[in-house]
């Protein structure tokens, strides 16, 4: 199973992965956390220092890498066409939380889709990432909507969008599900995050069901998320923060829904 988490930046995407990342090891999957944010933490979110996390060269920044793996000799011109088995056993750094973590890193490019040399290496990395029934990837995207263009998220099985009460991330939401669902991608859902009261669930809910989103869960807002942040801390040692609980519901439920479309195409 491959999952993406979206959405506005500052939204708690970033949570939400690393929670689900750990959630799958905790059920016996062998998992594989992906960060392609243009500011990278899902290390330390799975636990790893901060100095730690420095020494993560990005995929798309490794030029021996992504130059091995795309150079024709012809300015311009990239392979497409190359193995990607080597550069998870090669890069693959261990978390403390049990999942592996990659860092593609980004590429800021003048056009969507774009074709150039990095891009080519994460797109082929996502794509030829075979997942057996005991194994999982976890994919934090880069904010807003930058991955539906350049087709990093259309690699996944299941896009997860995150948002708030809060119109903005809404909007952004909605047009990332628009996106998504134009390219063909099929289980879209929407989570709400940080939700303090009823009104703030209802503001979502209309939102959802306004827009034909499918809403798949709301993650409360819990202050020890916040404490935990400011201590310098992943929150998701914590079983007993509610935010935390709620997330390794989402990946039960996820499970099951994979389980039951694999269902479907047999």
């Known amino acids: 199973m491959k999952v993406g988490v979206s959405g506005k930046g500052g939204v708690g995407k970033t949570l939400l992965a690393g929670g689900l990342a750990k959630g799958f090891v905790d059920r016996g999957l062998k998992t594989i ?31 021996p890498l992504v130059e091995s793996k795309t150079s024709t000799g012809y300015s311009g011109v990239y392979n497409l066409n190359f193995s990607v088995d080597d550069i998870v056993k090669q890069y693959a750094v261990p978390t403390p939380l049990g999942p592996s973590l990659i860092v593609m890193g980004t590429v800021q ?3 969507a889709g774009c074709m150039c040399a990095p891009t080519a290496v994460i797109r082929a990395l996502l794509r030829h990432l075979v997942v057996e029934r005991d194994e999982a990837v976890v994919l934090d995207l880069e904010a807003g909507v930058e ?15 995150v948002a708030d009460s809060n119109l903005k991330p809404l909007e952004i939401a909605k047009h990332i599900y628009d996106m998504a ?13 940080r939700v303090m009261n009823e009104a703030q669930k209802e503001a979502i809910t209309n939102f959802a069901e306004k827009n034909g989103i499918p809403l798949l ?4 807002f819990d202050q020890k998320v916040i404490e935990a942040d400011m201590l310098g801390e992943t929150p998701l040692k914590n079983k007993e923060i509610e935010a935390v609980k709620t997330i390794d519901n989402i990946c039960e439920i996820l499970i099951k829904k994979t389980e039951q479309a694999q269902g479907l195409k047999k």
């Open 217 to 220: 869960s709301f993650i409360p």
């Open 147 to 161: 991955h539906i263009g350049r087709g990093t998220a259309k690699q996944v099985d299941v896009l997860l969008i």
């Open 109 to 111: 490019s003048m056009g």
């Open 181 to 193: 669902k134009a390219a063909d991608m099929q289980q879209l859902y929407l989570v709400g995050n």
């Open 33 to 63: 956390a992906i960060d392609a944010d243009s500011s990278p933490n899902l290390g330390l979110t799975l636990g790893l220092k901060a100095e730690e996390t420095r020494k993560i060269v990005p995929i798309s920044e490794n030029k």
